[in-house]
C-alpha cells in the first residue's frame, strides 16, 4: 500500500477520505455564506433587523449586489429598452413632420398605429422616452382613442 492509504475506502487518512474532507469543508462554507445572504434578505425567517437600518444609508441601497445574475439581467434589460426607444425614435422620424418649431412631430393615433405591429409596449416606451429627455408631449398618461390628436414631438 502506498504512503497515506489504509486500505480502507472513506476512512480518514485515505484518498477517498481526504475528498470527502473537501467536499465538507466546501459544503459548510457554502452554508455559512447562505446563512450570511440570508441575514441580509428581508423576506427569510433569519433576517437581521439592524442590517436593514444599516444598507438604508449606503448608496447601494435598493440595488442588487454587484456582479449577482439580478444586476446583469438589469443591465440587460435597459440596455433592450433603449434599443427599442430607438427603434420607437426611427418610427417617429419616418411617420412624422416638421413642426412650426422645427422638430419631427407624429400624432399619438399615427404613431400607436405604425409602431403597434412591431410592439405592444408603444405607452411605456414613450414614457420612458419622455423620462429620458427623448421628446415631449402633453398629459401623464396616453390612451388610444381619447388621445389620438396629442403630438409627440422629438427633442433635438
Known amino acids: 500500500m502506498e504512503d497515506g492509504e489504509s486500505g480502507h475506502k472513506g476512512m480518514p487518512g485515505t484518498v477517498e477520505g481526504r475528498g470527502i474532507a473537501t467536499l465538507r469543508q466546501k459544503w459548510q462554507k457554502w452554508a455559512g455564506d447562505y446563512r450570511e445572504y440570508q441575514r441580509s434578505n428581508p423576506f427569510s425567517g433569519s433576517h437581521a433587523a439592524s442590517s436593514l437600518e444599516q444598507c438604508k444609508a449606503g448608496e447601494q441601497?435598493?440595488?442588487?449586489?454587484?456582479?449577482?445574475?439580478?444586476?446583469?439581467?438589469g443591465k440587460d434589460a435597459h440596455r433592450l429598452v433603449?434599443?427599442?426607444?430607438?427603434?420607437?425614435l426611427y418610427i417617429i422620424k419616418r411617420n412624422g413632420e416638421r413642426g412650426p418649431d422645427g422638430n419631427i412631430c407624429a400624432t399619438f393615433g399615427r404613431l400607436f398605429d405604425a409602431y403597434v405591429t412591431i410592439s405592444n409596449k408603444v405607452v411605456g416606451l414613450l414614457l420612458r422616452?419622455?423620462?429620458?429627455?427623448?421628446?415631449?408631449?402633453?398629459?401623464?398618461m396616453l390612451w388610444q382613442g381619447r388621445d389620438d390628436h396629442v403630438l409627440i414631438t422629438l427633442v433635438e
Do not use: H, M, V
Not at 61 to 73: A, D, L, V
Not at 129 to 140: M, Q, S, T
Open 61 to 73: 441601497y435598493g440595488r442588487p449586489k454587484n456582479g449577482s445574475k439580478t444586476e446583469q439581467r
Open 82 to 88: 433603449g434599443r427599442e426607444i430607438e427603434e420607437l
Open 129 to 140: 422616452a419622455r423620462k429620458r429627455g427623448l421628446i415631449r408631449f402633453d398629459g401623464e
